[in-house]
């Protein structure tokens, strides 16, 4: 069994910074790429930004230059650090990783609760 499990959400105005954690833990072999989505209200769920096992990371054009993902190898945990936040990235943000669980035959994609996050004045 692996679970992802996010926190860090919650309510900021325009301009503040918010930082996600999403930690995996469970029956895990291994972690190939790690990364954040989200979905706004009547939109389809994008990619936010990626992290790959050896830290090469990708960025939407929308947040490059106010978001950073970055990792804790040794904590199976990627984190999405958002500054300069606009109303825009208002959405549910969901964590998403690559794993090989002991007892898989391969790479499987799991996705995390997801985790909400509002920018408002």
């Known amino acids: 069994q692996v679970q992802l499990v996010e926190s860090g959400g919650g309510l900021v105005q325009p301009g503040g910074s918010l930082r996600l954690s999403c930690a995996a833990s469970?029956?895990?072999?291994?972690?190939?790429?790690m990364g954040w989505y989200r979905q706004a209200p009547g939109k389809e769920r994008e990619l936010v930004a990626s992290i790959t096992s050896g830290g090469s990371t990708n960025y939407a054009d929308s947040v490059k230059g106010r978001f950073t993902i970055f990792r804790d190898y040794a904590k199976n945990t990627v984190y999405l650090h958002m500054s300069s936040l606009k109303p825009e990235d208002t959405a549910v943000y969901y964590c998403?990783?690559?794993?090989?669980?002991?007892?898989?035959?391969?790479?499987?994609?799991?996705w995390g609760q997801g985790t909400q996050v509002t920018v408002s004045s």
């Open positions: 469970g029956s895990i072999f291994s972690i190939n790429a």
């Open positions: 998403n990783s690559d794993i090989l669980a002991y007892g898989s035959s391969g790479y499987e994609g799991y």
